[in-house]
C-alpha cells in the first residue's frame, strides 16, 4: 500500500490543503446535490401547479437563541413532516414566524406546547437561550421541518466560501499548488525516462562493444591457427609394406611313398 509522507513544511502544507480541497470538494457535492434535488422537486410542482416543499432543507443559524444546543454557524438539517401529529412537545422545529418581531423570517426553535385555533394546529415555541416564548404560535401550514441534523459550525465554511477571497484560498490556491506539484512529478518523471533511456543505450553500447571485441579475439586466433599450420613441415608418408607369402613343395613322407606304392601294385595285379 502506498503512504503519504506528511514530514517537514512542504508535507505539512500538502497535508493541509489536501484536507480543505477534500472538504471543499465534499461540501460542494453535498450542495450541488441538494440544489439539484432543490431545482428539480421545484420545476416538477411548478408544472403540477403545487407549492414545492423538499424533503430536506438545510438552514445556516446566525442568532444565539438556540444556544448551547445549537450555536451560531451551526448548519440544521430539517425533514419535511407530513401530519401535525408527527410534531411532539420537546421536538425542534424550522417555521416561517407571524410574530410582529421576525415576521416572515425562518425560525428555528423548540415546541413548548401544542394547540388549536380557527385556522389548524399550531405550537407555542421558545429558543433554549430566550426568556419567554415566541410572541406568535407557529402554524402548522408555516412549519417547514423537523430538525433531524445538526452540523457543528458548518455555516462557517459557507459564510467563508461565500467571499470572493474565500474562494481564492480555497479553491484557486489549492488548485494551484496541486497543479505545480503534478507539473514537478511530470518533470521528475521526465528526468528519471531520460536516465532510463541513458542506461539503456549505455548497456546495448556496451554489449555491442563486448561483441566486436569477442569477434575480434576469435578472428585473431583463427589467423594464429592458420600461420601455425603454415610453418609445420609436411607430415613424412609411409608406404604399407605388402607382406608376400610363397607357398614352398613340402617333401613327401615314408609313408605317403609306401602308400602310393601300394596303389601302384594293386593296380599292375589288376591289368594281369
Keep these: 500500500m502506498k503512504s503519504t509522507n506528511y514530514h517537514g513544511t512542504k508535507g505539512t502544507l500538502k497535508f493541509i490543503s489536501t484536507i480543505i480541497s477534500w472538504t471543499v470538494l465534499v461540501i460542494l457535492v453535498f450542495v450541488a446535490l441538494f440544489l439539484a434535488y432543490y431545482t428539480i422537486g421545484n420545476k416538477l410542482a411548478e408544472k403540477k401547479g403545487e407549492k414545492f416543499e423538499p424533503f430536506v432543507s438545510l438552514y445556516t443559524i446566525i442568532s444565539p437563541s438556540m444556544t ?22 420537546g421536538d425542534v422545529i424550522t417555521f416561517i414566524s407571524t410574530s410582529s418581531i421576525s415576521r416572515g423570517m425562518t425560525i428555528t426553535h423548540r415546541v413548548i406546547g401544542i394547540g388549536m385555533d380557527e385556522q389548524g394546529v399550531t405550537y407555542t415555541t421558545k429558543g433554549d437561550n430566550n426568556l419567554s416564548p415566541d410572541g406568535a404560535p407557529a402554524k402548522y401550514d408555516n412549519v417547514i421541518g423537523k430538525v433531524i441534523l445538526r452540523i457543528p459550525q458548518l455555516g462557517r465554511v459557507q459564510s467563508f466560501l461565500a467571499n470572493q477571497g474565500g474562494w481564492l484560498i480555497a479553491i484557486v490556491i489549492p488548485a494551484l499548488f496541486i497543479i505545480i506539484s503534478d507539473i514537478v512529478k511530470i518533470v521528475k518523471l521526465a528526468g528519471v525516462k531520460n536516465k532510463i533511456e541513458k542506461i539503456d543505450q549505455t548497456e546495448k553500447q556496451s554489449k555491442n562493444k563486448q561483441r566486436e571485441e569477442e569477434k575480434i579475439r576469435k578472428e585473431k586466433l583463427i589467423r594464429q591457427l592458420l600461420a601455425k599450420n603454415e610453418n609445420e613441415p609436411d607430415p613424412i608418408r609411409v608406404k604399407k609394406n605388402v607382406r608376400i607369402v610363397v607357398a614352398m613343395k613340402v617333401p613327401p613322407t615314408i609313408k605317403d611313398v609306401e602308400k602310393k606304392e601300394g596303389k601302384r601294385k594293386k593296380k599292375n595285379k589288376t591289368k594281369s
Excluded: A, L, Q
Design 68 to 89: 448551547p444546543n445549537i450555536n451560531v454557524w451551526d448548519v440544521i438539517v430539517s425533514k419535511k413532516v407530513d401530519k401535525p401529529e408527527d410534531i411532539k412537545v
